[in-house]
């Protein structure tokens, strides 16, 4: 099965998908004149400062942290673990790379998710690629638009939103605190069910608390292992930038990598964290109380800079000063083995809590991704039994080897990519005239955001 799962994983993020992916960055980075870098302070400033002013479901604060738990999950601790292992240091900086660029797909992600959102038959919101393939492209595009809810509907349920998020914190908590998988199982099944029953407004109340707090444990944690390690640190970031280039020798238990494996794994791992291009931001980004596309684009964006830029930054560095990279530990383990060298008795339980709340709330903003997804597809009657089946997939989860599940997580994620990169360059002109307004906007009205 696995080599069969391998083979369909190369076909989807072969080399056209790859370039597709990069260059949609690219070419929008370019029509929107690095807005990732020239706007970025006023992103920042938007977090906490947006006006709310609009129709929607949620403040653009709880968008963010449902979207941030959403993409901040397994892939910025085991996903930067695996693609390290896998690529070498090297790999790192095309984490980066993908996540420069992926600041504006997702800032355009956002543009078109408000844009062309629409309200459901029980007056909620309902936007994302699906909508804006359809009602930007027009009706003939409609099965770009299926396709895209279809391969959506497919990763909550299979990959990113349930089985890679709770094999990673059954495999944690029994390493970390021997609690038998059949126990964390039945607890995680029950609190995800307590909380996606009420809707996005429960998981939003829920995300907008943990969230934050557990992006800044993550990050205080991590900076104290780099202070510890803070002699190896210039050696590891030259390192991450000469591998990005030559490939990397095998050194300990590393077979090596060429330089081509480092950006496959660092592109692929990237997207798998951040979700630039990916397409399910978008979703709750249209469910923002906003009047402004541009602004939940701005807001978006940052969701990328935090995840990769900071977090999976953070974790790809502890793991190289330490050295494990080159060791015979995999995934999970390596990264756990980094923190013990720094915090011996606390290390286990420190990344234990983190992942486990990176991968919970994972489950909870991918629930509200599929649910949206089903919704198009099939209408505002398939909610609750999409939410039963949903959390029936969580309880699954648990039981399956973690090979297997990296390899369905990836496909989906590549097939939810197209469609959605697709419409985003044919819909370049719409998002630079959005952008445009704003700015005009903020122009005109210099005291807007005091």
């Known amino acids: 099965m696995l080599e069969f799962f ?31 870098v020239l706007r970025l302070p006023l992103a920042l400033k938007l977090i906490f400062k947006a006006k709310n002013e609009g129709h929607g479901d949620v403040d653009s604060f709880k968008a963010l942290c449902t979207a941030l738990a959403a993409t901040v999950g397994t892939g910025n601790i085991v996903g930067v673990a695996t693609a390290i292992k896998a690529g070498g240091p090297g790999a790192l900086f095309w984490m980066w790379m993908a996540a420069f660029f992926g600041m504006a797909t997702k800032y355009a992600e956002g543009v078109l998710a408000v844009k062309y959102r629409t309200i459901d038959a029980n007056g909620n919101i309902g936007g994302g690629p699906m909508y804006y393939i359809e009602k930007g492209l027009g009706k003939s595009y409609r099965p770009l638009a299926i396709f895209f809810a279809v391969a959506g509907t497919i990763c909550a349920c299979f990959g990113s939103g349930t089985f890679a998020q709770v ?15 059949i126990y964390t199982a039945a607890i995680l099944t029950v609190l995800v069910a307590v909380i996606t029953l009420g809707g ?17 444990l993550y990050v205080v944690t991590t900076a104290a292992i ?4 803070r002699d190896a ?34 592109i692929a791992r990237g997207l798998f964290s951040n979700e630039s291009g990916l397409g399910s931001a978008p979703i709750v980004a249209a469910a923002a109380k906003t009047k402004w596309p541009a602004e939940q684009g701005l807001i978006s964006m940052t969701g990328t800079f935090i995840d990769t830029i900071i977090i999976c930054t953070m974790t790809g560095l502890t793991i190289i000063v330490s050295g494990v990279w080159s060791g015979d530990l995999n995934g999970a383990a390596m990264t756990q083995s980094a923190f ?31 649910e949206r997804c089903v919704a198009y597809l099939l209408g505002v009657k398939a909610i609750i039994p999409y939410r039963l089946f949903f959390i029936a997939m969580v309880g699954c989860g648990a039981f399956l080897k973690l090979e297997v599940i990296w390899v369905i997580a990836d496909i989906a994620n590549g097939l939810m990519a197209l469609p959605n990169l697709i419409a985003l360059l044919l819909l370049t002109g719409v998002i630079v005239k959005e952008t445009q307004l704003y700015f005009k906007h903020l122009d005109e009205n210099k005291d807007y955001l005091k």
């Open 6 to 36: 391998s083979e369909i994983d190369a076909f989807v993020w072969g080399p056209p998908l790859l370039v597709l992916l990069v260059g949609t960055g690219i070419w929008l980075t370019i029509r929107l004149n690095l807005i990732q």
């Open 167 to 181: 094999n990673s914190i059954v495999e944690i908590t029994h390493i970390g605190a021997d609690i038998p998988i």
């Open 200 to 216: 996005l407004q429960s998981i939003a109340k829920v995300a907008d608390k943990i969230v934050p707090f557990m992006a800044v």
């Open 226 to 229: 780099l202070f510890a390690f």
């Open 233 to 266: 640190l210039p050696d590891a970031v030259a390192m991450v930038l000469h591998d990005a280039f030559t490939g990397t020798a095998a050194t300990g238990g590393f077979l090596g990598a060429t330089m081509m494996y480092a950006m496959r794994n660092g």
């Open 340 to 370: 013990t060298m720094v915090f011996p008795v606390f290390g286990n339980l420190l990344l234990m809590i983190g992942l486990v709340l990176f991968a919970f709330t994972t489950i909870l903003g991918w629930n509200y991704y599929g």
